[in-house]
């Protein structure tokens, strides 16, 4: 269908030029906004965290969306941009409206993970649920629509990020939430069946 794959307009397909300039201000724009919340969590005396997500207090669900945008300082937010750039950016090349639909996906079933099963007391926030998110989508999207080169993506992305991602599932890393990490990569894996593409259903799988 035309328009359906990158762009925001339905009346013509972008060029690969288009959809990755797009995708590239998109992320640009994304991680800055995690820049200037943080500049400004730090000058109102932390005061955006309480955006993050205590677990099973009925108040928190509120702050499910907004706790993947809250960091605990600016070792946390740095940590999380390289990532969230790279990955964001190589999911967003293949649809803005998809990328976007599976963000938010991710982002409220990661969300309402970490509210159900962390432990009590704790407070969590940061885009690493996303980022996992992200990384899961990539790794089998590939696959699930038969497409060689997203084989190759999620090839090229398990390579370079796979040791740091099982190593952020690890339940004895103190001060990391492994639930998040882990709902957050399930919800991305389960995006590329919801989202995957209509063309490669109506093509019967073919290479």
Known sequence: MPG???SWDTGREWSRGERALTAAKLMLGWVALLWLLEVADALSGHALDRFGIMPREPSELVDV???SFTHFGFAHVAANSVPLLVLGFLAALGGIRRFLAVCALVIVADGIGVWLISPSGTNTAGA???I???FGFLLVTGF???RPLGVLVGLLVGAIWGSAILAGLAPTQSGVSWQGHLVGL????AAAFVFRRRAALRAG???
């Open 4 to 6: 359906t794959s990158g």
């Open 65 to 67: 969306v907004p706790a």
């Open 128 to 130: 690493s649920g996303l």
């Open 132 to 134: 996992f998110g992200l």
């Open 144 to 146: 699930v629509e038969r």
């Open 186 to 189: 399930v919800a991305g894996v």
């Open 205 to 207: 799988g073919a290479l």
